[in-house]
Every structure is written in structure tokens, then in C-alpha cells.
């Protein structure tokens, strides 16, 4: 089994800044895809940024320039940095990753609980 913890939410201003934390821990044999996605009142859950295990990242229009993916393997974690926050980014933000739990199996998804952002002023 494997868990994955977010941390780094809160209520920012617009123009302000957050940085999102998410570190998987379980039976971990590697992970290929981790990612961001957000959810807004009322809205279905969308992908925000990935980020593959070589560092390959990709954006959605919407937080390009203004958002960045990364992350550190050796801890199996994921960040996002958001700058420039818009009223709009308000949502609960999820972290995902493909996990390889074992040689004999394939990846699985798993999901944080996520951790709600609010841009307000």
C-alpha cells in the first residue's frame, strides 16, 4: 500500500505565492508519473502539471509561467511552486502518482486527500 501526503495549501492574496509538498511512502519500488490536479467548488478534477521520473514536465495552459513541477526522487516527493495566484487557482489541490509497488506488478494510481487553496483577497 501506498500513501501520499500533501501539505502546503493556505489562503493567499492574488499576486501571492504557495508552494505545494507531496511525499509518497509505502512498499515503493519506483514511481514514473507523478502529478498536480485541482478540483473547484462545483468542477470536475483537473490536471494542473506532471512531471515524468526523468524530469520530463508538462503544463496546462492555464498555470504556465506562473507555476512550477518538480521533484526529488530520492524522497519520493512531488512540489509545485505557484506564483502570480489568480482568484481562479481556488481549489483543493491532489497529488497523483504512478507507483511500481513490486517487479510484478504494473503501475498504480494512487491520490492524496488533497489540500484546499484559497486566493482571496
Known amino acids: 500500500q501506498v500513501q501520499l501526503v500533501e501539505s502546503g495549501g493556505g489562503l493567499v492574496e492574488p499576486g501571492g505565492s504557495l508552494r505545494l509538498s507531496c511525499t509518497a511512502s509505502?512498499?515503493?519500488?519506483?514511481?514514473?508519473?507523478m502529478g498536480w490536479y485541482r478540483q473547484a467548488p462545483g468542477k470536475q478534477r483537473e490536471s494542473v502539471a506532471t512531471i515524468t521520473s526523468h524530469g520530463y514536465k508538462n503544463y496546462r495552459d492555464f498555470v504556465k509561467g506562473r507555476f512550477t513541477i518538480s521533484r526529488d526522487n530520492t524522497k519520493n516527493a512531488v512540489y509545485l511552486e505557484m506564483n502570480n495566484l489568480e482568484p481562479e487557482d481556488t481549489a483543493v489541490y491532489y497529488c497523483n502518482a504512478a507507483v511500481q509497488e513490486s517487479l510484478y506488478t504494473s503501475d498504480f494510481e494512487y491520490w492524496g486527500q488533497g489540500t484546499q487553496v484559497i486566493v482571496s483577497s
Open positions: 509505502g512498499t515503493i519500488l519506483s514511481i514514473d508519473v
